[in-house]
């Protein structure tokens, strides 16, 4: 069969594209864990502070040892702006708004969600060194959007030196799953 040179050149050109594609996915999916939402998980975002779910905002420790946090976003701050989680244990972040599209993202890691009002947003993520992460909100919200922000201290395990100023802001090898 005889095709034209042009035409082989575009097909392979396509070809190589679609590669590129599957590969990108691939990354994106297995190292990096991008996942798309699957906790579906709704609340009246006019009622947010009534809710028992969210009327105590802050960390708490399950009798099993697990560390939940949860969080209200609003235009412009998260309530509360500054949460302590311990290091080297799962911790679960359940966030929602009580007004517009918010973005939680502790920078320097993959733990990353939008906040959508009617919506639970929940990830699991842990920490494994100490210190201080910064929290940003990466969606535009409102004029105020880029003052509003809040902080992850990751304490050091009982015991253990205290966190010094050399310790980065985050481990690379940090991904929620
Ligand atoms: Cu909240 Cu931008």
Known sequence: MNVDLYERI???????????FLVAIGVSTFAYAVRPPSHVETIDPSAVMQDPRFATPGVTTAA??????????????????????????????????????????????????????????????????????LVVCNEYCGTGHHTMQGKVIVDP?????????????AAPAEVAR
């Open 157 to 169: 395990a009982p015991g253990a030196a205290p966190a010094s100023a050399a310790v980065p802001a």
């Open 64 to 133: 099993d040892g697990s560390v939940h946090v949860t969080m209200v976003a609003m235009t412009f701050a998260f309530l509360p702006n500054e949460v302590h989680v311990p290091v080297g244990k799962p911790v679960t972040f359940r966030i929602t708004s009580m007004d517009v599209t918010h973005g939680f993202e502790i920078a320097g890691t993959n733990a990353n969600t939008m906040v959508v009002p009617g919506y639970v947003s929940q990830f699991t993520y842990t920490f494994t060194t100490p210190g201080e992460r």
């Open 10 to 20: 575009w097909m392979w050109g396509a070809a190589v594209i679609v590669a590129v």
